[in-house]
């Protein structure tokens, strides 16, 4: 706000000032074209001179005053400059972010709006969740089968992944389904800077954490009370959301667990779900068999168990995620591609989904 201003008071003493000197320029021209060879009669240099009164009493006195002026200007406007810095640079950065976020916004805008398309497969600008229309092909009879494949919903990615793991999604995509490539490292068509201004817009449309809601379930930018956002966990409204979805599985199977209600969770196009990675064909509607891997490993047969002899190391798996590089269970190395779920679903949620998962 403070770079706007300053911007605009800038903008504001140039122009007086190039109008200053125009008129200037003009009056200068049409005065001197009168005196046109006024100055055989009487050169500059004989004219008369002030007389040692003037020169030294009020010509110097006028300096003088002059002098003190520009001092007087130094002394305020310096620390004037240095209390307005902070703010316009701050302010500088806030222009370039929103100036990021605008342009995040056209490349994920659908393709008829001239973007990428994101918005398109993945529910519209605010990333809701969709569906994408896909070809798959049979390994073993080469049929090919037009599916419409879950794009889950964004609005809570940043919930599950980093945004370092976000960024090495965008670059790479999901090669084996609708989500293409995106960035060059991929082979896709955006450059670096494309897919920053990509994730900053991304941050803009992540949803409220729970403990930001007041009672009447507006979202605290609504109610301008940040400081009930302390520790927020779970983002709203899916909480309930989660629970309605829960119930209607287990409506529809009712020998099911809860853990198993969780891990094939149809809400937000699989976003909240495990079997949209671990289950093959889950995401389109083509479930092969239930969590016997796919983008994830296979957790049936006992050697994810070896993997974790304890639930609770699962459990603290389940909720960070895997990272980059990092251990995770006994002897595992995670790549960052499992999701952490501590943000999205309660703990007993989770340890309902790796009692399920231990059963497998
Ligand atoms: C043609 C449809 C399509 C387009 C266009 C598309 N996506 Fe996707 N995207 C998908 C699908 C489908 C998945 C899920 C793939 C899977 O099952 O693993 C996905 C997954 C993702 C994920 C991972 C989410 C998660 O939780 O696993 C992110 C992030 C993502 N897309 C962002 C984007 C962005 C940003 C754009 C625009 C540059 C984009 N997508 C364009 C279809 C699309
Ligand atoms: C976006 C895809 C994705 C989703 C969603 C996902 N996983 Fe995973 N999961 C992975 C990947 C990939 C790995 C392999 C570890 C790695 O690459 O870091 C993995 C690893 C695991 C492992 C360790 C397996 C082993 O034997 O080492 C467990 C357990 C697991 N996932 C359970 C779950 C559960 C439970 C959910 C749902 C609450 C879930 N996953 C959701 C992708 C996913």
Known sequence: MVALNTTAVAWVIFVVILLGWITYYFLNNSSARKELGSEIEMAPNRKQYYDDEQMEGSRLERFQ??????????????????????????????????????????????????????????????????????AVTDPKT?????????APALNTVFYRFSKEEVRFILNYGRPFSPMSAWGAPGGGPMTEQN????????ETIQIEPDSCLNPAGLPFSDTADPSVCDGGTLPQPTKDEIQKAVDSYLKANPDASEGEALFNLDLNSGAYSCARCHTQGWSYGNP???GQGA?????TGGATNTHFPNESDMINFIKAGSSYGKKY??????????????HLLTDEQIKAVVEYVRGL
């Open 329 to 342: 269970g006994m002897q595992s190395q995670g790549s960052g591609r499992m999701p952490g779920f501590g």
């Open 295 to 299: 983008f994830g490993w296979n957790l």
């Open 65 to 134: 005053l002059f002098g003190v002026l520009l001092l007087v200007t130094v002394v305020i406007g310096l620390p004037v400059y240095w209390i307005l810095e902070p703010g316009r640079q701050a302010g500088a950065v806030d222009r370039k972010h929103e100036e990021f976020v605008g342009w995040g916004e056209e490349l994920f805008q659908t393709t008829a709006n001239g973007g990428f398309n994101c918005a398109g497969c993945h529910g519209g600008l605010k990333g809701t969740g969709g569906q994408a229309p896909y």
């Open 142 to 150: 080469g049929e090919v089968r037009a599916v419409s494949w879950y």
């Open 195 to 202: 897919i920053e201004t990509l994730l900053v817009y991304l």
């Open 288 to 290: 092969v068999a239930t």
